[in-house]
């Protein structure tokens, strides 16, 4: 089979899996001919016999072609020539009614048929879906009654004959229009189907490409966070010990370094995510005043050291609790800060707070402010005001990029306004949702320092991550066990009882979450224990997998040692039977 002619079955079988539904509409159609046509010919009940025969043709073709039957037409030639009849009868059964109009009608009757079939042939224009074959079966009918029929009648009506002729003469050119007509209308449709699906390709390829650089971009990140992880805890036990002056600032550089990475490959994984529509903000109570104040204070040094004045200005308007996500809206006020005391180097920088039908927090500086054309660059990825800053300050650009698409994702945006030589201002827009106190949380009881002598099992396929998290958990006078697999940690949990497992996700052969579902199942001295998540995707997403898998909570890479102690705080704190085996041991 040809591509044309399997283009053209594939169209004629989408028809008539169309024409199912539409039943009761073509019922209705005829029913709407028939009625007027049986008074003007004054015959009604030969009208309503007509109708009852269409009917009966249009139910047969329900009951017959179902979709299941339709969907068999290319498999049967049998059932080709059965939908073929009867899109042809149906298509007859108003040539018939034509034929009765005229032979029966009124002397303006010729007019009128012509009309009805003039309207026919555009519905089976349009009806056909550019299908040759549903074209033809319900053309011809009409055809051999413009072409034949008419002017047949006419000629065999006395005087009549010069009508017929333009009879004849115009149904042969009606026919032909239509065909052309229908030419027209199958190619627009084509040329629509053609685009549809190469803008429907393109699509694909895009999601495809999209979803592969999200992919590279969380392995290469995954990859990266295991020796950030390993120099961030050397240096910090370097910074820690008794070591020259000299030395202790090279290694506070180091760590520096490595906080400074660990940003950047955070906010690659946001990017990625964001463009991948993955990325996704909750909606909890949180004190809006609380982290409005911390954040102010988290900067406050940033700003002495160069400086600058870094003021706060209309806390008092701020409702102390609202609902957000104030995650996502502390890293949107931490890139504009940074951005602002990056760029300024002289006068104040400002975090003035307006609250009306929306919460309004703008970044002022004094800064050299921009023009419109280095605005327009603002927020696009890896871009930046001016291509002299990158070497001058550094940064990729990503940072705006991500908070002004964060701010949307909030229901809100972000917009700047500054002019060469005045400063900029940066307002972000949230909606403002007021929410009530939340219940307060039990405080936790039990501190790490007092539990200096937790069993803690490492489970990591990298030696490099084994030996950082030695290094971390160190000063914690720990009994540190160490495995290389998961395996190997199912071994050691049946024979051994731990106080706190913390467990790689991403591992060969029997990754994390699996070495969790298999030691919340069985019977043994662990099944209870808590365990933490240690890996590079730690999203609320990811840590809900976690959790049903049966751990406790979620440790990010690159690991920052007070994040991992105060995780281990609280899970410990949740169990009291840790705090009662640790104070044991350590008697």
Request: hydrophobic fraction near 50%; proline fraction near 5%.
């Amino acid at each position: 089979m040809g591509v044309k002619n399997k283009r053209d079955l594939d169209q004629w079988i989408q028809v008539l899996h169309e024409r199912r539904p539409r039943l009761v509409r073509r019922l209705a159609l005829a029913l709407t001919v028939a009625i007027p046509l049986g008074i003007a010919i004054h015959r009604p009940a030969l009208a309503a016999l007509w109708f009852a025969a269409y009917a009966a043709l249009q139910l047969l073709e329900a009951g017959v072609f179902t979709h299941a039957r339709i969907d068999r037409l290319p498999a049967s030639q049998g059932l080709r020539v059965a939908a073929l009849s009867l899109n042809v009868s149906q298509g007859a059964m108003f040539g018939l009614l034509n034929l009765l109009v005229l032979l029966l009608g009124p002397p303006k009757s010729p007019g009128v048929a012509t009309t009805l079939v003039v309207a026919l042939l555009i519905i089976s224009i349009t009806a056909s879906r550019g299908s040759r074959t549903a074209f033809m079966a319900s053309l011809s009918p009409h055809a051999v009654f413009l072409t034949f029929v008419l002017p047949g009648v006419l000629a065999f009506n006395e005087g009549l004959g010069d009508r017929a002729l333009s009879a004849l003469i115009g149904g042969l050119i009606g026919s032909a229009a239509t065909i052309m007509a229908w030419r027209a209308y199958t190619r627009l449709l084509w040329s629509e189907a053609d685009a549809r699906a190469e803008a429907d390709q393109r699509r694909a390829e895009a999601e495809s490409a999209t979803a592969a650089k999200s992919a590279f971009v969380a392995m290469v990140s995954h990859e990266l966070r295991t020796p950030i992880s390993a120099i961030q805890a050397g240096a910090t036990a370097l910074e820690g010990a008794n070591l020259a002056p000299a030395h202790r600032d090279q290694a506070g550089l180091i760590v520096e370094a490595g906080r400074m990475m660990r940003t950047l490959l955070d906010d690659l994984l946001d990017l990625s995510k964001l463009d991948a529509g993955q990325m996704s903000v909750e909606r909890i109570a949180f004190d809006a005043r609380l982290l409005v104040r911390n954040t102010h204070m988290f900067w406050r040094a940033e700003a002495r050291k160069k400086g600058l004045a870094l003021r706060l200005d209309g806390t008092h308007r701020l409702p102390q609790w609202l609902e957000g996500d104030p995650t996502r809206l502390r890293q949107i006020l931490n890139n504009l800060l940074s951005n602002a005391l990056k760029f300024t180097d002289r006068g104040a920088v400002t975090l003035k707070i307006r609250v009306e039908e929306t919460l309004e927090l703008s970044v002022i500086d004094s800064g050299a402010g921009m023009s419109e054309e280095q605005m327009g660059r603002l927020f696009k990825p890896f871009g930046q005001a001016d291509e002299s800053i990158t070497r001058t300050h550094g940064g990729t650009g990503l940072g705006l990029a991500i908070s002004r698409d964060l701010a949307r994702l909030m229901a809100g945006d972000i917009v700047v306004t500054s002019s060469p030589g005045a400063g900029s201002i940066f307002t972000l827009s949230t909606p403002l949702v007021r929410a009530a106190a939340p219940e307060a949380a039990p405080v936790a009881v039990g501190p790490i320092a007092s539990l200096p002598r937790l069993r803690i099992l490492a489970v990591d396929d990298h030696e490099i991550n084994r030996r950082a998290m030695t290094l971390i958990l160190e000063p914690l006078d720990v009994l540190l066990t160490v495995a290389a697999s998961g395996p190997e940690a199912l071994e050691r949990m049946v024979i051994e009882q731990f106080d706190v497992v913390l467990l790689d996700v991403h591992m060969p052969v029997v990754g994390g979450p699996e070495v969790a579902e298999l030691v919340r199942a069985r019977p043994g001295p662990n099944q209870s224990v808590p365990i933490l998540a240690v890996t590079g995707a730690a999203d609320r997403a990811d840590e809900a997998r976690y959790r049903r898998a049966g751990m406790n909570g979620c440790v990010a890479k690159p690991i920052d040692a007070a994040e991992l102690y105060a995780a281990i705080e609280r899970v410990c704190a949740a169990q009291p039977g840790v705090s009662a085996r640790a104070k044991t041991r350590s008697v």
